[in-house]
């Protein structure tokens, strides 16, 4: 399993009388695409700030590729890679600036960076921007470096929280496309963080959040099964209304 969620939960603040997360459990196979599925405020970024230890996890146990995370947390952080939702590229630099002093963080040499950016690059089919600002580049190639730059240590695991925030259906839909792409040529599993359905195909594992409870974690399938309903969205819609108590 590439990651193992057990019985997590998560309040904000001594006091917090709402849960965020409550007692949530998962687990999540390698190679695969999974979509982690909820409106807001359901809890993803809550989720990803405790995968990327943003946020100590005080209650349940999570691993990543059967390292746990409080007990071997720089071993977590080399398996995974993070595409956080506000953008964190330096736009007055080109992209291989931006990649090289990414991967220098990752204490590779320069020479040793080469190689990986390249491949990245190539891989996002950014190759021939190496050397634009990143300033110069649309939204979506952004967000192809933004990638690029979370792959460079060939981590296990790819998170990604709301990646497509900002770009035009087409962008979005050409992001999604790629970053799928990416699970059929190796290891690699993916959990993509969105309120958008149309993000979500059947077949995708899918974890669906709400109001702070894991709903389901099946496949897309199964959200329709679960709620009666014979698409995704009218699933999604009927699952997650406004004053529906989680299951
Ligand atoms: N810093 C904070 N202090 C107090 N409550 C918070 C804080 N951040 C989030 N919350 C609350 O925790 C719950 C989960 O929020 P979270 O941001 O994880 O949801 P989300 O699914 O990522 O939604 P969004 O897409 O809007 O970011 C919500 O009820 C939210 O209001």
Not at 75 to 103: C, E
Not at 110 to 122: G, N, Q, S, V
Not at 185 to 210: C, F, N, P, S, Y
């Amino acid at each position: 399993m590439s990651i193992s969620v057990e019985q997590v939960s998560f309040r904000y603040g001594a006091a917090g009388s709402k849960a965020a997360l409550d007692n949530v459990s998962f687990e999540l196979p390698d190679s695969r695409f999974c979509a982690l599925l909820g409106p807001n405020g359901a809890g993803k970024s809550t989720l990803f700030s405790l995968l990327t230890r943003l946020f100590s996890l005080n209650q349940g146990v999570i691993t990543i590729q059967g390292d746990d995370l409080n007990k071997a947390p720089t071993a977590v952080m080399q398996r995974i890679g993070v595409v956080f939702q506000q953008s964190t590229l330096d736009l007055d630099l080109t992209v291989s600036q931006n990649l090289f002093y990414h991967a220098s963080l990752h204490g590779f040499s320069r020479k040793a960076a080469k190689a990986p950016i390249e491949r990245e690059l190539a891989r996002m089919s950014l190759t021939d921007r190496a050397n634009d600002k990143v300033r110069a580049l649309n939204g979506g190639h952004r967000r192809r470096v933004e990638i690029a730059r979370a792959l460079l240590h060939t981590p296990d695991v790819l998170l990604l929280d709301e990646p497509t925030t900002g770009l035009d259906p087409e962008a979005r839909f050409a992001l999604n496309q790629h970053v799928r792409s990416l699970c059929n040529d190796g290891k690699l599993t993916v959990l993509w963080a969105t309120h958008l359905i149309e993000e979500v195909q059947t077949d995708d594992r899918v974890l669906l959040l709400h109001q702070g409870k894991l709903i389901s974690s099946g496949n897309g399938q199964d959200l329709c099964d679960l709620s009666g309903e014979t698409s995704l969205a009218a699933a999604f819609k009927k699952l997650t209304q406004k004053g529906t108590t989680p299951l």
